[in-house]
């Protein structure tokens, strides 16, 4: 198959990138499962903006550079912030509906912003944008959605050889090969410009908010082709998963998120025992930026032994409750808490990537057609710990810039598509024992959570890069004997991406923002920069 351009993710980014492109391009999306399944689909608090009349630009800045602990590109969160309302009004303008009082947009309060700012649909909001994105989509004719195709690598010049036979260079993006997870054929697809929108890797973490499909393959690929990726070591874990929800199988491998707004809208963080202890960490107590949250119910959770610590709304009236978080309060209730008149047991689970495939400030990679949007990508905007709902925003704002530049480089488009090979699986066996792949995806999970997580030490992360390092070389040799199917790919990039964060983490000796080193536990000024990693060897 061919097309203008490429987009792989039909998350936020995806769908909002491609309702922009179409308007001068084709454009096909391939997504992995069904379109709606995604981080997208399940983000509730909402996204940030500058909306109100009391609110001013320089404060949503002034609040981003803060949360970002001195790593964040400054002309990056301009364009986020200043460019945010315009986008705003796009998603409105295609049908997004966002909770109204008084004939106002209710804005909301999350940790680390000094005013009222997220606009939000009730509790549900990732799942409001992705409903409206997703109709708008339909009613492209030059956009052609297919799901259930898993990316597999980028077509670069790695797939290509010379006369002589020698393999070139990477410069350029040309599509990608793709897997059709429903019947197990590789396609290939070539377009003049690819762009990634695959999102995060919270799969790589054995508890995590994100959904199965966020095992970070855009990422992976990236560093395979010797893209520049940054900053990986800044995994955010979110402060107040649903205690043991990971382990139900509603929820898939995921845990149930309870909403920072829920901390906004005035709820406490107890002990077991009742007690309050966010005063005794930072001043803004519960809303603190959540690197402070997290670590701060780490470290209660290490000193008492318990296994969760309490989120208490009981002082609120129900009807509030009910109407600001209805998902959250069924949710709840249906698992036998009902948080009118109970706490809510909660954990630290990891949630959001930071770092990402290094971009431009219009999206584009270090190889030329190829462009990142979204979670996947490190446009500057978080540095060491992204501001709450800054992530839908930083979606929306680089997607449209993304689309202009696209625009720019198909008029200057003057040369052709290599014709790339086929895929070749030859001399490859169906395996039958897919059971391995499924404890080696496990040990990667423990492996980065027991020694990779909130608080970390040189010999936690030594010894997960030791164990991470044997389960690429068994993972690979069985890659290169196997006919694909979909987990030994999801396995290969598990194993690629908790590389990289253990690279990068080995590599900052410092503490800042969300990674916290026991062995260096004060920010150095030597550190202050970004780490960029690329294709290195295991
Ligand atoms: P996603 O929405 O994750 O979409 C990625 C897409 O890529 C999916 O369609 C997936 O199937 C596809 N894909 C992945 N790999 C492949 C492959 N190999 N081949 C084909 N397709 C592939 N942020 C906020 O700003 N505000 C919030 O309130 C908020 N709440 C959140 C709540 C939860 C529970 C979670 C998990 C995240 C939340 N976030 C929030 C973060 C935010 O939702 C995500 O960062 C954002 O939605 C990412 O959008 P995206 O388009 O980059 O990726
Ligand atoms: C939440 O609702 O707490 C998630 C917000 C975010 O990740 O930005």
Redesign the pocket.
């Known amino acids: 198959m061919k097309t203008d351009v490429l987009i ?8 909002f990138s491609a309702l922009k492109i179409s308007e001068f391009a084709d454009v096909i999306i ?4 069904e ?1 709606a ?12 903006s500058v909306i109100s009349q009391h609110d001013s630009f320089e404060k949503h800045i002034e609040d981003t550079l803060i949360a970002g602990a001195g790593l964040c590109r400054r002309e990056s969160v301009e364009i986020m912030v200043k460019e945010g309302p315009d986008r705003i009004k796009d998603l409105i303008a295609i049908g997004t509906e966002f909770t109204k009082r008084d004939g106002d947009f209710d804005l909301a309060r999350e940790g680390g912003h000094s005013m009222p700012r ?1 606009l ?1 649909s009730k509790d549900f ?2 799942k409001e944008i992705e409903r409206a994105l997703i109709e708008a989509v339909a009613q492209r004719k030059n956009i052609l959605v297919l799901e259930n ?4 690598d980028l077509l670069t010049e790695h797939n290509l050889t010379n006369k002589n036979g020698i393999k070139l260079e990477n410069q350029n993006c040309w599509g990608a090969y ?1 897997l059709n997870s429903l019947d197990n054929q590789v396609i290939k697809i070539t377009a003049k410009a690819t762009l990634l ?4 890797l ?1 799969q790589v973490y054995l508890h ?4 199965k ?3 970070g ?2 990422f992976a ?1 990236a560093y395979r082709a010797g893209v520049k990726l940054g900053n990986m070591e800044f995994i955010q874990f ?1 402060p107040t998963a649903l205690y043991g929800s990971s382990n139900l199988a509603e929820f898939d491998s ?1 845990s149930f ?1 309870i ?1 920072e707004a829920v901390r906004g809208f005035g709820g406490i963080l107890r002990t077991k025992d009742g007690e309050e202890f966010m005063h005794k960490y930072d001043n803004r107590r519960e809303l603190a930026p959540r690197d402070i949250v997290a670590r701060a119910i780490d470290t209660e959770l290490k000193k008492s032994g318990d296994e969760f610590v309490y989120l208490d709304i009981t002082h609120k009236s129900p009807e509030e409750i009910f109407d600001h978080f209805p998902n959250i309060y069924q949710t709840c209730l249906r698992l036998g808490i009902d948080i009118t008149k109970s706490m809510i047991p909660v954990v630290p689970a990891a ?2 990537t930071c770092g990402g495939i290094v971009v431009d400030s219009d999206a584009k990679t270090s190889l030329n057609g190829l462009y990142a ?4 990508s490190m446009t500057g905007v978080h540095g060491a710990n992204r501001l ?6 930083e ?1 929306v704002v680089f997607a449209h810039r993304a689309s202009k530049n696209i625009k720019e480089f198909l008029l200057q488009y003057n040369t052709s598509i290599p014709d790339f090979p086929e895929w070749d699986d030859s001399g490859t066996l169906t395996y039958d024992e897919k059971v391995l792949i499924t404890h080696t995806i496990k040990e990667v999970k423990h492996t980065m959570w027991d020694y990779v997580g909130i608080v970390r030490s040189n010999e936690r992360l030594y010894r997960a890069q030791r164990r991470i390092s044997m389960l690429f070389e068994e993972n690979e040799k069985l890659y290169k004997k196997t006919k694909i199917f979909q987990s030994i ?1 999801e396995g290969r ?1 598990l194993i690629a991406c908790a590389h990289v964060i253990i690279k990068s983490a080995r590599l900052r000796k410092e503490s800042r923002g969300l990674h916290f080193n026991i062995d260096y536990p004060e920010p150095d000024a030597e550190y202050l920069k970004d780490c960029i990693i690329k294709n290195l060897n295991f």
């Open positions: 792989i993710g039909s998350g936020i980014a995806g769908l391939v997504t992995k499962k379109k399944e995604s981080n997208t689909n399940y983000a509730q608090g909402g996204i940030a997220i939000h909001t990732g195709y898993v990316a597999i793709l929108a695959t999102g995060g919270g995590t908010t994100n959904p499909i966020a095992t393959d855009g690929m979110h995921r998120l909403s949630h959001y949007c979204g979670e996947v709450a709902s800054n992530s839908l925003l979606a790919l990039n």
